[in-house]
């Protein structure tokens, strides 16, 4: 299946921004709802033509940040500054995305293991427990890749070591959000 091509915004000299599908001008909230709904987005200056995604995709956050919907604790906003004055081949942003994956990982074989097991999958509002639920690990990654998984996965192991092993990455992705937020 050929992947979805980013939406380009470009940015003109006068900082406005413009979405090339829709030939109008955006607003950072409008990339954020883009990129809430899954879809990837590349920022370019229309005159150099520089890839300015990064530098809008940290004002988004900041903003966020600044409005009191935080979700970065103050100890890994320190760790993070800190982290630009290490040499530059820091651990941090492979840490970061390995993180980031296994929290959708978790997530997913969660909820794929509580519609095989619970009765409650077949309850009405689950659905929109885990509509829910998918939007918000969207939110928290950026909406980098999908969730849940496109299919079930297939391994050697049988359900219960496959639930325990789901239970152990709950408990240690919960030990260290505690960890955290301390």
């Given amino acids: 299946m050929a992947e979805e091509k980013p939406l380009l915004i470009k940015r003109y000299a006068s900082r406005r921004l413009y979405n090339t599908e829709t030939s109008d001008y955006v607003t950072l909230e409008d990339i954020a709802g883009f990129i809430r709904s899954g879809r990837e987005v590349q920022i370019v200056d229309l005159k150099s033509g520089d890839d300015l ?56 074989k969660m909820m794929e293991n509580m519609e095989k097991m619970n009765p ?22 950026g909406g980098m890749g999908t969730w849940p998984a496109s299919g079930p996965e297939q391994t050697e192991k049988g359900e219960g070591e496959d639930l325990d092993e789901i239970k152990t990455q709950l408990a240690d992705l919960q030990a260290k959000l505690a960890r955290m937020n301390k």
Avoid: C
Wanted: hydrophobic share 45%; glycine share 4%; net charge negative.
């Fill in 120 to 141: 409650m999958s077949t309850m009405p509002g689950f659905e929109a427990m885990r509509a829910q639920q998918a939007a918000f690990v969207k939110a928290m990654t």
């Fill in 53 to 108: 995604t990064r530098q809008y995709l940290l004002q988004i956050i900041a903003e966020h940040e600044s409005k009191g919907e935080s979700v970065l604790p103050i100890n890994v906003l320190t760790d993070l500054v800190r982290s630009y004055t290490t040499s530059a081949n820091s651990v941090v942003p492979q840490f970061l995305a390995m993180s980031f994956e296994m929290l959708r990982d978790g997530q997913s």
